[in-house]
């Protein structure tokens, strides 16, 4: 745990979304404790039948950690709802310095355009989070694999209470708390000495994907076809299984249509078409105007598709470029996650 900061955020005002209950609400708590004025921005205003806390709740407890807090009903889809609340935080408490918000995608961008106003960094945990989502989702037992929340309240004060300097940053909670000196870990366990489940956004686990490509016959990376015929390149191989594995309801849910433009050796234009009736994928230009453009290296385009390098990791290191709706780019994940489940 980190020691005694001698209250740094007394009398800053934090404007924090989902602060309900998981780990906005425990990013809150450990902001009140110095005395901070928490905006709780968050949808949940009557009870849920499964998950705790409302954003009522959520201040009553920060208010009795110390600080002071302004409930919000936000739902952040809503821009007209983020507005009035913004305006609600300003009138209360003057003004707002430090906000937690989940596109973390807009970090490189927001820190270069606030640069010397406001600092803008994104933070990931290392393993898996214990919250009443991954309750939900992890099934009996899958606390043991978790940490609590407080690594990254502690991280993200750590984080919060440094210089408008330190900006444009992606930041792993362990790594930056090992910085701050901290050296048991143990202490954020759910259960100290039991395996930790990677979290999801880290390059950490193995090859899942690549083994389905390889069950359904794929090529090098993928592997060389049987056939005595000419292999097809890793990049045309990978548009091949990826044509295969459209549907559609796939084109029904995902309505976007993804160009990409592909340095190296076979680079140059390629596409997936999931807005169009049955959908389609290959190269050249798409059947209708791409609503998302990602620029990267042949090489890293394959290495993403079969999962070793996961779209965010790749965003984040500069080797991914997007340009068009940011929105559905932020989907890439999921789709290539949905695309390999129909192999």
Known sequence: MLPCTCRKLAGCTLFITGASRGIGKAIALKAARDGANVVIAAKTAEPHRSLPGTI???AKEIEEAGGKALPC???????????????????????YTISKYGMSMCVLGMAEEFR????????????????AAMDMLGGSGVEKQCRKTDILADAAYC???KPKTFTGNFVIDETLLREEGVKDFDVYA??????LLPDFFLDAEPDVIGMKLEQHGASPVLKEEKKSTKPLSPVAETFRVIQGAITEDFVKAIQGVFLFELSGDDGGTWYIDLKTKGGS???GKPPVKADVVMSMSSADFVRMFTGKLKPTMAF???KLRISGNMALAMRLEKMLVQLNSKL
């Open 116 to 131: 010397g106003e406001v600092a803008v960094n994104a933070l990931w945990p290392k393993t898996a989070i214990y919250t």
């Open 73 to 95: 009903v936000v739902n952040v889809r809503e821009e007209e709802q983020i507005i009035k609340a913004v305006e609600k935080a300003v009138k209360t408490f003057g003004a």
């Open 159 to 161: 984080i919060l209470t």
């Open 56 to 58: 009522y709740t959520a």
């Open 190 to 195: 759910i259960a100290p000495g039991h395996p």
């Open 316 to 318: 984040m290191s500069g």
């Open 281 to 283: 994928a290959g190269s």
